[in-house]
């Protein structure tokens, strides 16, 4: 069956890490050796370090969120001047780049260790979230889970499930629209019938090629180690995680307002879009009476490495939101 995703780059990924799967790397594991330390501390969270990167002082501190298979290294270009608002921190979830591996991006497990992290390594609530992608799912699970340790939102071009889909039956369908029983469906027919695999990246491509080089190295190196490891392949399991909190979202967002005044920014691409793109991000900044949509210019998904200054600007609104208790609703373009 054909797999059918929001952004070019999560087809590319879920195609390369499912082909690896099925097609001779189930048994391969990657131990290239990291071309760099890792920028911050590995912190135990009970049997398993997860890696933690946080530069500057103040609160709510600013805890980022990533894509699938995207990696701390590249918040880089908005780390050092969103550390100069408050405290900033970036991580790797399980598995990715320096952190130990275990359960790989079920939705309940990432947000539990994300707060087990965060008091391990003495980072306290109130946090501002920010989340990229399918990290925009983890950062608003989090919120539906732990409300009163949350003062603020930044999605950057966050995923949903009413666009990203699945081809079933020859239809594509929206993942929160599919029932367990055919996705579980979906996944055997694609074990069965895999794509043609690819090889493990050699290269950094756009727009991680606009990282420093020394995050580049790192990344290349985080990526071909997220690639060419079995576990941490996209899985039923994850899927299924992913689905069931869209479907929790949805039945939230019936209620109107459900984030009532929490300051949010909703970033949204200005490439490669369409209407019910837009739709979409406009009902994301609708979650809050305070909630206000930038549409960013010159950017395509990973707005944090195509406009960064975007990215920081909507950081710095919230934190001062979120320290004030105000944030005034509106809608534009980020030049």
Known sequence: MKLSFHCLGMISILAMTI?????????????ESAPIPPPGRLIDIGGRRLHLNCTGRGTPAIIAENGM?????????????ASRLSQFCSYDRVGYAWSDDGPADLVDQTTDDLRTLLRSAGVNPPYVLIGASIGGLYVRAYQRRFPDEVVGLVLDDASSGQILSFRIDEKDKALAD???????????????????????????EEPADRLPKEAQ??????????LGNSAMLPSFLSAESWREEFVALRAQSLEGHPLGNLPLIVLTRGLNTDDQRKEVAAAFAALSRSGKLVTADRSDHEIHLYRPDLVISALEEVVKAARSGTLKPKSGRGK
């Open 19 to 31: 082909c690896s799967c099925v097609q001779g790397l189930s048994a391969r594991r990657l131990n």
């Open 69 to 81: 298979a995207a990696f701390s290294t590249d918040w880089a270009l908005v780390q050092p001047e």
């Open 178 to 204: 599919i029932s367990a029983n055919e996705l579980r469906t979906m996944f055997e027919t694609l074990n069965r019938k895999p794509p043609v695999p690819r090889p493990l990246p050699t290269e950094i």
């Open 217 to 226: 190295l790192a990344r290349l190196w985080a990526l071909r180690k997220f």
